[in-house]
């Protein structure tokens, strides 16, 4: 880094080297999740019969393989078993330039392989067993941060280095354990970061290298002053990578600030017309609910595995609410879920267990689902650049997806601008009426029944059904059995754990009892933003919320009585004193 930084407002554009990047076709290597699918097998990823069904196109195929590049053996080895062969144009473009100590600003499209980009050189120039952190990877969300902390690992499987993930909604205990015993890598959410940095658990005046992966998004959330502190810690000779879907004004300040003659790389983002993905848009009308017409859209389209995006979280619960109630399998993640909650729903939805994960552009940020299907936008995102980005969930790695969107009136402007400057074609298609939906849902429904007879015994309940059906009220009482019934099939197909669903539910009853019986919580966690203190677009609310996680719940799952015991003693006969605790004590109580 620059020892004369300049102005934060100085166009980094000027200082830096820029390279458009066009490279040939040829195999090309994926993400992890992506390649165990694409080339299982007893041939082994990379191989030759993998190569014909390799995409092709200059966003995933370079030509170069992984053994032409200066790598260890180890390094080597640990991306084989990962299934990279071939490199992708951002790995090819990035890993001579980072393994040299050069700074760099990468743009390229999600899906291309940018974590292996910037991953790699970390793993080569990090000094093996040093047990000192030597290498930062910042990230915007825990599911993010969680992802790139294992693609890393597995890339330094060979190789004395230990990667460790440090992200809010955890115990900070053993995150606190592990860096005492000693680590090289860490990747984390700026929040919990710089809380190990202010408890001194983590001392990066040894660092070498810096990574922000998805850096618009993260500066967008408003993390723009915790970078920078952490920034601050390292070296000035420290390397820094920065890998951004767009460069705006924020990007520019860290560039100017922190980046010392970069190399600026600019391959296709998640803003160019993505190929392979086809655009369908279904016109909603006043008189129908849009949960309604969503749901007459998954009836009639009988998507995969789908995100369905809401742009707001209070959206979120409803459609996710509203699709279990009609035996649908839909989960939704959410800044208010505890973290192993988050955990659990994405390992469901990343095995098959659950169909539709509804979820804001924010919580959904850096989440990797290989073969999705189908990307669902409830509502058009104001910004037509986010349409851009959701849709890059799907048609990933050279294959094709389905984008489908619910528009209205208020959607009319994105609409028109995604049609004249993104040049999206959308195939418009007509709402099935209610009656067509109706027996599609039948008939999916009667499917759902008939597996279940299989492994029940049922014969004993048909005198009872057929003597409800002769009562007034046995429509109501049959159709209250059959969600009874398709509840509990969708929990006992997603697992016991429960779902996510009453999960935010609980935790916002939790908020409100804390807030009647203890007054305003204290938080501090402030990865996702997603709470009192910054709504969904990362606006600032009045809430004094610090939880640099949520920004909607307390640091961990304990109450708040427990996150912080009550000082012993009398304090010397201080009578204000005793009149806290015991105010604390109420509230404890009322929280039981």
Known sequence: MSDQATAADTDAATTTETLAVDTPAATATTEPEATEAAHAGENGAGSTDDAAAAPEG???????????????????????????????????????????????????????????????????????????????????????????AAEIAGIAKYRDVRVLPVYGGAAIGPQEDALRDGVEIIVGTPGRVLDHIKRGNLDLSKAVVSALDEADEMLSMGFFEDVSKILKQLPKEAQTLLFSATVDESVKRLVSRYLYEPLDLILSTDTDHVEGITHVLFETNPGTHRARALLSVVDSEEPGSTIIFCN??????????????????????????PQKKRDRVMAKVKSGEVQFLVATDVAARGIDISDLSHVINYSLPDDPAVYMHRIGRTGRIGKEGTAISLAGGNDLSTRLVLEKQFKIAFELRDLPTAEEAGRLRMTRQAARLQSAMGTSAFE???????????????????????????????????????????????????????????????GRDRDDRGGRGRDERGGRGRGRDRDRNDRGGPRSDRPRSEAKPAPSGDGGGDKKRRRRRRRRKSGDTSQS
């Open 460 to 522: 004993g309940f048909i005198p009872l059904v057929r003597a409800l059906k002769e009562r007034d009220d046995g429509d109501l009482l049959l159709a209250t059995a059959l969600r009874a019934f398709f509840l509990w099939d969708r929990q006992q197909r997603a697992g016991d754990d429960g779902d996510t669903i009453t999960a935010v539910q609980d935790a916002r009853q939790e908020k409100r009892e804390r807030r009647s019986g203890g007054g305003r919580g204290r």
């Open 58 to 148: 200059a966003d995933y195929a370079s030509g170069r393989r992984f053994d032409e590049f200066p790598l260890s053996e180890e390094t080597l080895k640990g991306l084989s078993e990962l299934g990279y062969e071939m490199a992708t144009p951002v790995q090819a473009m990035t890993i001579e330039p980072g393994l040299a100590g050069k700074d760099m600003l990468v743009r390229a499209k999600t899906g291309t392989g940018k974590t292996c980009a910037f991953g790699v050189p970390i793993v080569e120039r990090v000094k093996e067993g040093a047990r000192v952190p030597q290498a930062i990877v910042l990230a915007p969300t825990r599911e993010l941060a969680n992802q790139v």
């Open 312 to 337: 707001t979280r209070e959206d979120t619960a409803t459609v996710a609410t509203f699709l279990a109630r009609q035996g649908l399998d839909a989960e939704l993640i959410s800044g208010e879920l």
